[in-house]
């Protein structure tokens, strides 16, 4: 592999005989505020060390070029592969800077005699402005014995008119998104030239510190690695290192560059711009989320675990087919498209259900306590590991989906959460059954269920479930989520369980919600109690789930310390019979904690099974 690589300062990077061009099927310009701030926040402390009488240097990251030579001229033009929105910051910060030498200049001239700073500032900007242009903005080629002038940089198809008008100073409405960025990013450069450069004082020392700007920290201080091959498939690969090694490159960027390319002739210009427009869309999530949707949906339509190393190759293996082609017919211009637009139904689809939100319109079939199943499992117990079956559980009916997250809740605590058994096994169960479900026209959530009994019988049966249940104790630290998981559980189940727990688990009453977020869990026991005469025995049980139970808010801040005599009539009168039962005793011993342990315990095996 034939690759060049320079560290170098911006303006050597820009001085050299070339241009730089953004592909047209590249996404369109993505900084968002947070990333053009942390831009000129290193610019200022690279100025202010100037300023000072220092020197500050800062690496501003790699650019990922493929070579291109013009037929018929002198100059090279490179295809960025990775870093447009670096060289877009530092060519839209050398415009602004134009625009500021020009306005002085406008000043200058308009007061007719000049003193000799001045006329020594009106001659160093007038020449600087013309060296700027055609340093970093324009390029004067010359092509078949003609001159022409040719953008230093050209973006990408959805951005470059817009951006060229923004850089000429023309007033142009955005269009799209990345348009809005583009508006947002020329605001912070026109403050930062504004605030941190000029700041106030005459023409000439404004002139001294912009030419601090251009001459010393762009000239000197600002570097970045300049990366460029003979060929896209070279780039690419840098590209796929480059995010291995932690850059802030993604899966998806590659995906995208790569299934453009594969339309890239005139016969299929329309898909092409359709996918570009797809694409957009795919990749407007933020870029962590990017990697895990793409992975998830992998596994959810492929039935495995994508591999870590080369997610993209996979996807054009396995999912675009188009891992060695560098053209397609139209055909496969389609499928590709298809899928590209299955990727983001699914993506949102992906967002809906991390969010724990139900993902059906249609609430007739199942009611509010169905749905509150799936932010249990989500976002409550955080189970992440099941969003590929979950993916597609959702091309079930929304009764079939709301039986699977209910037995899959159960599961995923006793499995998981109380059973700490190997993720594995459970993963690899999860995958073989999003498979099944996608191929079947007639899945049975008895078969999933079936699985999840079978492993939980030979990685966490009865045995390990009680041992490790009555291990649980409540940290003061904090992290007793999963506490109050099990005694809200515990308490929607009760009915089911006293009436025989005969079959599949079932809550029997659906009418009550509890909000996870608003129910707090209380020692039955104080914690700290109000008086010194503790109990020496509940002392050693009061962390123990036999002392705890649960209430809402206003219930725990009136009786946060109480001794039992002061809590009793509350839990008397509590909508849950699980309080109502502690409060059925007159005293609260050691003995009484040890018995209503063992009962949850007891309600626990047969609650928390598939």
């Known amino acids: 592999m034939a690759i060049k690589a320079f560290q170098q300062s911006v303006k050597v990077l820009f001085e050299q005989n070339h241009t730089f061009d953004v592909p047209k099927y590249q996404r369109g310009y993505a900084w968002e505020d947070e990333a053009i701030e942390d831009f000129v926040e290193d610019m200022t402390r690279c100025l ?6 220092a020197q500050r240097h800062h690496f501003f990251g790699g650019i990922v070029t493929v070579r291109r030579d013009i037929s018929g001229s002198g100059r090279s033009n490179y295809e960025v592969i990775d870093g447009q929105q670096r060289l877009a910051s530092f060519v839209m910060l050398i415009a602004v800077v134009v625009s500021s ?4 200049l406008k000043d200058l001239t308009s007061k007719g005699t000049l003193k000799t700073d001045e006329q020594k500032a009106k001659t160093f900007l007038s020449s600087t402005v013309e060296t700027l242009n055609a340093l ?9 014995l003609e001159y022409v002038e040719v953008p230093k940089l050209t973006l990408s198809k959805a951005d470059n008119e817009f951006f060229q008008k923004i850089l000429a100073g023309e007033q142009t409405a955005p269009l799209r998104a990345s348009h809005e960025r583009i508006l947002a990013a020329w605001a912070h450069l026109e403050a930062f030239i504004e605030n941190k450069v000029l700041q106030s004082g005459s023409a000439s020392e404004k002139a001294k510190r912009l030419r601090v700007l251009v001459n010393a920290v762009l000239a000197e201080d600002c570097t970045v690695i300049f990366m460029h091959t003979e060929t896209r498939k070279e780039a690419h690969q840098i590209f796929q290192v480059l995010n291995d090694r932690g850059v802030h490159l993604t899966d998806g960027d590659l995906l995208r560059a790569t299934t453009m390319e594969c339309l890239e002739t005139t016969s299929l210009l329309a898909m092409q711009n359709a996918l570009a427009d797809r694409w957009d869309s795919v990749l407007a999530y ?33 999912r675009f087919k188009c891992k060695d082609e560098t ?26 259900l991390g969010e724990g939100d139900w993902p059906y319109s249609d609430h007739s079939s199942v009611t509010s306590w169905d749905r509150e199943r799936l932010r249990m499992l989500v976002t409550h117990l955080k189970h992440t590991n099941a969003m590929p079956l979950l993916l597609s559980l959702r091309r079930l009916d929304a009764s079939k989906f709301a039986e699977a997250i209910s037995a899959l809740e159960r599961f995923v605590f006793r499995y998981k959460t109380i059973g700490n058994a190997h993720v594995s096994p459970m993963t690899e169960l999860y995958l073989r059954n999003a498979k099944k479900i996608r191929d079947s026209n007639n899945y049975s959530i008895k078969t999933l269920r079936t699985e999840l009994a079978e492993l939980i019988e030979k990685l966490v049966p009865d045995s390990v479930f009680e041992a490790n249940l009555r291990e649980v104790r409540y940290s003061p630290r904090g992290g007793n989520g999963y506490i109050r998981y099990l005694l809200i559980t515990l308490e929607d189940y009760l009915k089911w369980y006293e009436k025989g727990a005969q079959g599949m688990p079932k809550c029997k009453d659906k009418t009550r919600v509890f909000d996870f977020s608003n129910t707090t869990l209380e020692h039955i026991y104080p914690e700290s109690p109000e008086t010194k005469d503790q109990d020496a025995e509940l002392e050693k049980v009061k962390q123990t789930i036999g002392n705890l139970t649960i209430f809402g808010p206003e219930d ?15 839990l008397l009168k509590s909508s849950l019979q699980l309080n109502r039962e502690v409060g059925a005793n007159k005293k ?23």
């Open 101 to 104: 030498m020009q306005k002085i």
């Open 327 to 352: 053209t397609v017919n139209k055909q496969g211009a389609q499928a590709i498209l298809q899928e590209v637009k299955q990727i983001d139904a699914e993506f949102a689809l992906l967002r809906t």
């Open 286 to 318: 933020p870029p962590g989320d990017t990697d895990s949707y793409l992975r998830w949906y992998f596994a959810s339509m492929e039935g495995k675990r994508p591999k870590s190393s080369n997610l993209a190759d996979q996807f054009l293996e396995f």
């Open 588 to 610: 609260w011993r050691r003995e009484h904690v040890e018995k209503r342990s063992d009962r949850l315990v007891a309600m626990a095996l047969k609650i928390f099974v598939p």
């Open 48 to 53: 202010n060390a100037r300023f000072a009488g």
């Open 136 to 144: 970093y903005l324009i390029y004067n080629d010359n092509v078949e």
């Open 556 to 570: 725990n801040d009136k009786l946060a310390n109480k001794p039992f005599p002061g809590k009793r009539e509350a």
